[in-house]
């Protein structure tokens, strides 16, 4: 199955963006599912995580301003980003696993290392 996100752009501190992620053949099979984000010179930080049973876990620096949810068909994964902050700069992934499950940002991350399905990332900007 193919992973795909879409939705990345530039925009002003204190913008909004929504990502996109189709989750292609994983949407009813998935136990792992989240956004991960690298930036240039910085560590790859998980940053939203959607658990199994429909809660979530964020990463400390965008909570508040970044929701992360699933359509009623669950074939795509969103990412909500509000008042967008120069440091959210980055290229976003998308990863969705069907071995693992993960229930926290740091799972994500130790998932995606394990070979979970990723997709190509893309890329948001923020000016100050």
């Known amino acids: 199955g193919q992973v795909a996100e879409s939705g990345g752009g530039s925009v002003q501190t204190g913008g909004s963006l929504k990502l996109s992620c189709s989750l292609g053949?994983?949407?009813?099979?998935?136990?792992?599912m989240g956004w991960f984000r690298q930036a240039p010179g910085k560590e790859r930080e998980g940053v939203a995580i959607?658990?199994?049973?429909?809660?979530?876990d964020y990463a400390d620096s965008v909570k508040g301003r970044f929701t992360i949810s699933q359509d009623s068909a669950k074939a795509t994964l969103s990412l909500q980003m509000n008042s967008l902050e120069p440091e959210d700069t980055g290229m976003y992934y998308c990863?969705?696993?069907?071995?693992?499950?993960?229930?926290?940002?740091?799972?994500?991350?130790?998932?995606?290392?394990?070979?979970?399905?990723r997709g190509q990332g893309t890329q948001v900007s923020v000016s100050s």
């Open positions: 990863a969705a696993d069907h071995v693992f499950e993960c229930t926290s940002v740091i799972g994500l991350l130790f998932v995606v290392d394990q070979g979970a399905p």
């Open positions: 053949e994983y949407p009813t099979k998935a136990t792992c």
């Open positions: 959607l658990r199994t049973d429909g809660s979530s």
